[in-house]
């Protein structure tokens, strides 16, 4: 076991909330090995903001191949629970680049989660199929928001599902009943709210906005 940080402390957001948020990040859409870590990518490979300022930059990107490594090896989870364990933190946000790209890399998150029933997980995701499949594993410290933007759109239920859609403005959400979600926390986490509003200027020629072009209603 070594002494090295997988778990990243976050944007500029993370910093200034009141709690203490760690983040895992893994390369957006697919690594230099070929391996797909975006599965569920759709209209959002178009204008992905991993790929893009600071996360494309040498250094985030190599660290983002980094820890797909560990991931795909068995030191994975001995490594993330003795950095969890031995690491200050409230919150964890799973892929703030990446997605979960397979089961059984799902079932490791879960199995690190049952350690700490106390402490919150979250995660933005397209999986669609496979969250719902396994809802009934998903603990309730993991809160989890499907992205608009990707392959099963239609498999989300607007009317009942944790979902985030992005929309120009926050006062153009508003008017569709979406809710901008404070420091890029899930609404779920304290207002148990439904419609998460991500506001991305300059959307409008994206789907998932609803009033894009060919936009998802």
């Not at 203490?20 to 599965?39: F, Y």
Request: with cysteine; proline share 4%; charged share 20%.
């Amino acid at each position: 076991m070594n002494n090295k940080q997988w778990l990243s402390s976050g944007n500029s957001k993370y910093a200034n909330s009141v709690k203490t948020v760690l983040t895992w990040g893994i390369p957006a859409l697919r690594s230099k090995t070929g391996l797909i870590t975006c599965p569920g990518a759709g209209t959002c490979a178009k204008f992905c903001y991993a790929r893009q300022g600071r996360q494309a930059m040498s250094n985030c990107l190599q660290a983002q191949e980094n820890r797909l490594k560990l991931a795909q090896s068995k030191d994975f989870v001995p490594e993330l629970l003795h950095e969890m364990f031995h690491r200050k933190w409230e919150m964890l946000r799973i892929h703030d680049v990446g997605d979960m790209y397979s089961e059984s890399y799902l079932e490791k998150w879960l199995n690190m989660m049952a350690f700490f029933p106390d402490r919150q997980f979250f995660a933005y995701t397209k999986m669609v199929p496979m969250f719902k499949k396994h809802a009934a594993a998903i603990p309730k410290n993991f809160h989890v928001v499907f992205s608009l933007g990707g392959k099963w759109d239609h498999m989300v239920d607007v009317n009942k599902d944790n979902h985030s859609r992005i929309f120009e403005t926050a006062a153009e959400a508003a008017t569709y009943g979406y809710v901008e979600s404070p420091n890029e926390f899930p609404l779920s986490m304290n207002t148990g709210g439904t419609k998460e509003a991500l506001v991305y200027h300059g959307c409008k020629s994206f789907n998932t906005c609803l009033k894009g072009k060919g936009g998802v209603k």
